[in-house]
């Protein structure tokens, strides 16, 4: 059922965000993940869920998504301070309907200075997906 699925989904997602509370994660827009987030909501206001470390970005739905992923993963490395190895990789965890939901990982060796190197990396690939005109959400 639709309604377990999101509350299955925003459970993995609010453990996600315990664990690595700076993770970064490709959400999907429209009206189908509309319950997941609503008990993401739910579990900030009520089990003190902290979403301000969190980096977020929304494919459109006609993006295509491999090209995608390898664009991100490209792009990381190209960041001064990730690692090579493991190599950043992107992942697909899930679809909302039409829309890819993807999931970057990347590591740092240089954890003095890990919130710098994510908020370069953020801005990295921010500035990456404009310059490909690749449409966000």
Known sequence: DADAGC?????II??????KPAAILGLAPGRTPLRLYQ????LHRHASLD??????????????????ARLLEDTARSVPHIAASP?????????AGPNPQLTLR???????????????LGLTL?????TQKIPLK
């Open 7 to 11: 509350l299955l989904g925003a459970k």
């Open 14 to 19: 609010a453990k996600l965000v315990r664990e």
């Open 39 to 42: 008990e993401l909501i739910r």
């Open 51 to 68: 979403f301000r470390r969190l980096t977020t970005f929304t494919l459109d739905a006609s993006a295509n998504a491999p090209a995608i």
């Open 87 to 95: 190599a950043p990789v992107a992942q697909f965890t899930g679809f």
């Open 106 to 120: 990347a590591w740092t060796d240089d954890v003095e200075n890990y919130l710098q190197i994510k908020s370069n």
């Open 126 to 130: 921010l500035q990456t997906l404009t």
